[in-house]
């Protein structure tokens, strides 16, 4: 685990809500590719993401190829019954035909991506090889997935040779549309493959070079370049493509909002950034994870219809005078009838310390659920807050970020908090010290820590918490236990290191009602 780039954090969180858009699949992870190759794992249910550098032209236009890819990716997620690997000729034809398989089915739903396939389409044509720097077997196979998907090659190919991609092309236009009509699937597709592989004399293991589809950032294209390019494209897929606006697709109109905001929040990000400055403070970096597994949305809802009200800042109270009464009330026979609108509001800044020491393995699934329940709520109540954990990473002592308090809660939160194993003991005093220069800083109303067990060094522990105390930071503490009994004997323990306020709890579900009690006590 390294710190993370904003960028690509941002992305991820983008990347991963498309895609389970898309593909109807709610625990899919997505992460970036160390490749020059997007690939779905379907197994898995894993994607991974050519980096948006990888791409050429300015922000924008990296920015609709990889949205686009994410499509495509998230099309086979859906539609695709495996994925072979392009390695190797059966492969690498399989895999073609299923992209226009799925690229048909897709469109049917969203046809609002039929000015960025084509966008795409150009480009891939743009940078497809020259036939001529293809060599051996390999060029017959490229000259097929030029020809099937452009109706067009670039570069020259022996007369045999293009009569034998001809054909197979025109069966694989064949299979496809049959495909289409039959509802066939994947596996159909596939016992087809060795027909087409027998036209064009090729060997299904045959390995195939990685025909990079982009040659990189450096290549240049003109505009001129681009249109006519664009003109071949939608010659060879006007059979395939509703109709469309070409000054749209060259403008990416369709899009172009969405890029703005999203450039408008990166400037915000880039200026508040996730920083590591402090030694030991690290950021959980890995994007393959299913925070899905974390959520608990029953619970997630339930908190903020029981404390919505603190949403708009006003709560209804029952006195024995108001401003107006309550039938139901007196009917019920309460001796205060009558009701009063309050104003409430939190102001209050939070720092939140997570305990992930090892004693919390066997249930850290659950007090994740219920750690991410209360960040949820925290955010819907706009409430500034910051959630830090710890635990021993190859016998160090590591302080994770998860939320820094300039940062809203988004899915990246979710992410590094799921991938944050309980393991260790509990270091609090060394934690403690880790934070101390960014809470002197930071100045927050409250500093909550939630723990399962005593600290390893007590003196050093209550010396720390009584050097936060002396720069105006309220010290709070939950103890979190396996029952009644040993949550309270915890939290007492929790009391004599010096915390102003402490508080127990067995039901790990109850944690955000304890954390938002406390808030609502200021």
């Keep these: ?168 092309v025109e069966l694989a236009k064949h299979i496809l549309n049959e495909a289409m009509e039959q509802e066939h699937d994947t ?103 299913d925070e899905t597994i974390i959520y608990d949305q029953d619970l997630i809802n339930n908190l903020k219809a029981k404390f919505k009200e603190w949403k708009t800042g006003w709560k209804e109270y029952h006195f024995f005078v108001g401003d107006e009464f309550d039938n139901e009330s007196y009917l019920e026979g309460y001796d205060r009838p009558f009701v009063t609108d309050i104003k409430k509001s939190i102001n209050t800044r939070i720092v939140i310390l997570l305990d992930h020491s090892s004693s919390i393995a066997d249930q850290q699934v659950d007090y994740k659920k219920a750690t991410l329940a209360l960040c949820e709520v925290l955010a819907f109540l706009k409430i500034k807050f910051s959630v830090y954990a710890f635990n021993t990473t190859e016998r160090q002592v590591m302080c994770w970020l998860v939320k820094p308090d300039n940062l809203k809660w988004n899915n990246s939160c979710a992410k590094r908090l799921a991938q944050i194993p309980a393991n260790g003991g509990t270091p609090l005093a ?39 105390k002396s720069i105006g930071i309220r010290m709070v503490a939950i103890g979190v236990g396996r029952d009644t009994r040993n949550a309270t004997i915890i939290a007492t323990n929790l009391k004599y290191l010096g915390f102003e306020r402490t508080l127990g709890v067995s039901r790990l579900r109850d944690i955000p009602n304890k954390v938002l009690n406390v808030l609502s006590d200021r």
């Design 187 to 289: 596996a159909w597709i596939e016992s087809r493959i060795p027909e087409i592989l027998k036209i064009l004399d090729l060997d299904a293991l045959i390995s195939i070079p990685l025909s990079v589809p982009l040659k990189g950032p450096g290549l240049a294209i003109t505009p001129n370049d681009f249109a006519k390019a664009m003109k071949q494209v939608t010659k060879s897929r006007k059979d395939d493509f509703s109709k469309f606006d070409s000054k749209n697709v060259l403008e990416g109109k369709t899009v172009l909002d969405e890029f703005k905001i999203i450039k408008t929040e990166n400037k915000k990000n880039e200026k508040k950034g996730l920083s590591t400055k402090s030694i030991g403070i690290q950021i959980p970096d890995q994007s393959n994870v």
């Design 430 to 468: 060394e934690v403690y010290d880790k934070l101390y220069p960014i809470l002197n800083s930071k100045k927050p109303d409250i500093f909550l820590t939630l723990s399962d067990g005593e600290p390893s060094d007590a003196f050093a522990a209550r010396s720390m918490v009584k050097s936060f």
């Design 1 to 168: 685990m390294q710190s993370l780039e904003l960028q690509n954090d941002t992305l991820i969180d983008i990347a991963t809500f498309l895609t389970r858009r898309w593909s109807g699949k709610e625990n899919v992870t997505v992460e970036f590719s160390k490749i020059k190759q997007s690939e779905t794992r379907l197994k898995e249910k894993r994607i991974l993401l050519m980096p948006n550098e990888n791409y050429y032209g300015d922000d924008f236009q990296k920015y609709r190829q990889f949205r686009t890819s994410i499509w495509y990716e998230s099309m086979r997620l859906k539609y695709c019954e495996k994925i072979l690997s392009n390695d190797h000729a059966f492969g690498f034809i399989l895999n073609a035909i299923e992209t226009r398989r799925i690229e048909l089915l897709g469109i049917k739903t969203w046809k609002g991506m039929v000015e960025e396939l084509i966008f795409n389409y150009t480009n891939m044509w743009l940078s497809r090889s020259n036939l001529g720097s293809v060599f051996g077997k390999a060029r017959v196979v490229e000259a097929f997935y030029q020809y099937f998907l452009f109706d067009d090659i670039k570069g020259e190919i022996q007369p045999n040779q293009f009569n034998k991609v001809s054909k197979a």
